[in-house]
């Protein structure tokens, strides 16, 4: 029987996707503190196997498309005085 993912796997797909646990519950429809004991578990409770696969093809697609960044304002790069 395959397993879902828990503890670092979660929290480090969470970093790569911007997610708080609590976003992540609100998505899947658990509570923040049973995903906060997904994320601290070393295995006796985990995400199913489906919320895995989703979580990896969101991690997946954020990695091949990152969000463009604002450039820094010129006068914080160049020195200069704030307009």
Same mark, same amino acid.
């Given at each position: &029987?395959? =397993?879902?993912?828990?503890?670092?796997? !979660?929290?480090?797909?969470?970093? &790569?996707?911007?997610?708080? *646990?609590?976003?992540? $519950?609100?998505?899947?429809? @658990? +509570?923040? /503190?049973? !995903? +906060?004991?997904?994320?601290?578990?070393?295995?006796?409770?985990?995400? +199913? !196997? +489906?919320?895995? *696969?989703?979580?990896? =093809?969101?991690? $997946?697609?954020? !990695?091949?498309?990152? &969000?463009?960044?604002?450039?820094?304002? @010129?006068?914080?790069?160049?020195?200069? *005085? /704030?307009?």
């Amino acid at each position: &029987m395959q =397993k879902g993912y828990y503890g670092f796997a !979660v929290s480090h797909r969470l970093l &790569m996707i911007g997610w708080s *646990e609590r976003e992540l $519950a609100r998505r899947i429809g @658990a +509570s923040q /503190a049973q !995903v +906060s004991r997904i994320t601290h578990s070393t295995g006796r409770q985990c995400l +199913s !196997v +489906s919320e895995s *696969e989703a979580l990896d =093809k969101i991690a $997946a697609f954020i !990695v091949e498309n990152p &969000m463009p960044r604002r450039s820094s304002p @010129a006068f914080l790069i160049e020195g200069e *005085e /704030a307009p």
